[in-house]
């Protein structure tokens, strides 16, 4: 049995407000529709693809189902059954006939409602450990230069850059934006999730 499914769905208390975890499948679409619609745009910058576009989440669940991506969805546990709001979710991106089957992409969103409470780490750390359940030894993500926040919280978890490039996304307005290119290797960050005993399933 896969870790995600030994692992979720569980509950996960966060700094005054409980989230449940759960594996996202094509029937969460349209719940992750509604939490994609209410970001500031700027926040789906790094992304490669709009998913506020009912097709590109067809295309996002289809490779969740290959087993190319696992995605995992934070929902506001005081909800009930399907209507627990989606207040983040995160993609482990791999590409296993490539060049790179070793390396992952991490792609973390929160909704404004669910920062400064720990979320964003929370999924990046489920991230790892999926990673690491998967056999990959390097995680990336990348990110606009000016989203100081995201940046912050992965270099505190031990994300250094690797990259800038210059003029790489643009926006609605057809302003063009810097996406900087952070790593991190899963082995060390194996070693510090141990010493805080939360490699533990």
Same mark, same amino acid.
């Given at each position: 049995?896969? /870790?995600?499914?030994?692992?979720?769905?569980?509950?996960?208390?966060?700094?005054?407000?409980?989230?449940?975890?759960?594996?996202?499948?094509?029937?969460?679409?349209?719940?992750?529709?509604?939490?994609?619609?209410?970001?500031?745009?700027?926040?789906? /910058?790094?992304?490669?693809?709009?998913?506020?576009?009912?097709? #590109?989440?067809?295309?996002?669940?289809?490779?969740?189902?290959?087993?190319?991506?696992?995605?995992?969805?934070?929902?506001?546990?005081?909800?009930?059954?399907?209507?627990?709001?989606?207040?983040?979710?995160?993609? *482990?991106? @791999?590409?296993?006939?490539? &060049?790179?089957?070793?390396?992952?992409? #991490? @792609?973390?969103?929160?909704?404004?409602?669910?920062?400064?409470?720990? *979320?964003?780490? /929370?999924?990046?750390?489920?991230? &790892?450990?999926?990673?690491?359940?998967?056999?990959?030894?390097?995680?990336?993500?990348?990110?606009?230069?000016?989203?100081?926040?995201?940046?912050? *919280?992965?270099?505190?978890?031990?994300?250094?850059?690797?990259?800038?490039?210059?003029?790489?996304?643009?926006?609605?307005?057809?302003? @063009?934006?810097?996406?900087?290119?952070?790593?991190?290797?899963?082995?060390? &960050?194996?070693?510090?999730?141990?010493?805080?005993? *939360?490699?533990?399933?």
């Amino acid at each position: 049995m896969s /870790l995600a499914a030994r692992r979720y769905p569980r509950a996960q208390p966060l700094n005054g407000q409980d989230v449940q975890l759960t594996t996202m499948s094509a029937g969460d679409e349209a719940d992750v529709l509604a939490f994609a619609a209410a970001l500031p745009p700027h926040d789906l /910058l790094f992304l490669r693809r709009d998913i506020t576009h009912p097709k #590109v989440l067809a295309a996002w669940t289809a490779e969740i189902e290959a087993g190319n991506i696992v995605s995992l969805l934070a929902r506001d546990a005081s909800g009930t059954g399907t209507g627990r709001r989606v207040l983040g979710c995160s993609a *482990l991106v @791999r590409d296993p006939i490539s &060049f790179s089957p070793h390396v992952g992409e #991490v @792609r973390v969103l929160v909704s404004p409602e669910g920062r400064d409470r720990g *979320l964003g780490r /929370l999924l990046i750390q489920e991230s &790892f450990l999926l990673a690491l359940d998967l056999g990959l030894d390097k995680l990336i993500a990348q990110m606009t230069v000016d989203q100081q926040g995201a940046i912050t *919280l992965f270099q505190d978890m031990g994300f250094v850059t690797e990259g800038l490039l210059r003029n790489h996304v643009q926006d609605g307005t057809g302003l @063009r934006h810097d996406l900087v290119l952070l790593s991190q290797d899963v082995a060390r &960050f194996q070693a510090t999730m141990d010493a805080y005993g *939360l490699t533990d399933p």
